[in-house]
């Protein structure tokens, strides 16, 4: 599995910008779990969003509930993560994740151990 991210840069607190994330190496991925999980400077990883492919129920951290949104397009294989209001805490790099479902149950989407498969980051700035 490749996940190919994009979308960061620079915006004011306030602003929105929307990453995304493709996903290839599968003929499909109705199996999978997709997420972002973001590194804040000289802070630890942290989880941010997780969409689960069949179905698309979602789970959010709570510094971001309410102000990101992560939507899957099928067409693309191709994970969105939409962030409005966005604040200078922030600032990250962003990863996308991907796990499959197959043989595994998880109890949680936000343990970064649990994802096999990451984007290279794309970096996330907020000036206040």
């Known amino acids: 599995v490749q996940l190919q991210a994009c979308g960061g840069g620079l915006v004011q607190a306030g602003g929105s910008l929307k990453l995304s994330c493709a996903a290839s190496?599968?003929?499909?991925?109705?199996?999978?779990?997709m997420g972002w999980f973001r590194q804040p400077p000289g802070k630890e990883r942290e989880f941010v969003a997780a969409?689960?492919?069949?179905?698309?129920?979602?789970n959010y951290a709570d510094s971001v509930r309410g102000r990101f949104t992560i939507f899957i397009f099928n067409a693309k294989n191709t994970v969105y993560l939409q962030m409005n209001s966005l604040k200078p805490e922030d600032t990250a790099v962003h990863y996308c994740?991907?796990?499959?479902?197959?043989?595994?149950?998880?109890?949680?989407?936000?343990?970064?151990?649990?994802?096999?498969?990451w984007g290279q980051g794309t970096q996330l700035t907020v000036s206040s």
């Open positions: 994740v991907a796990r499959t479902r197959a043989g595994n149950h998880y109890y949680t989407y936000a343990l970064h151990h649990q994802y096999r498969y």
């Open positions: 190496g599968r003929p499909f991925f109705s199996n999978y779990d």
């Open positions: 969409i689960r492919w069949r179905g698309g129920a979602t």
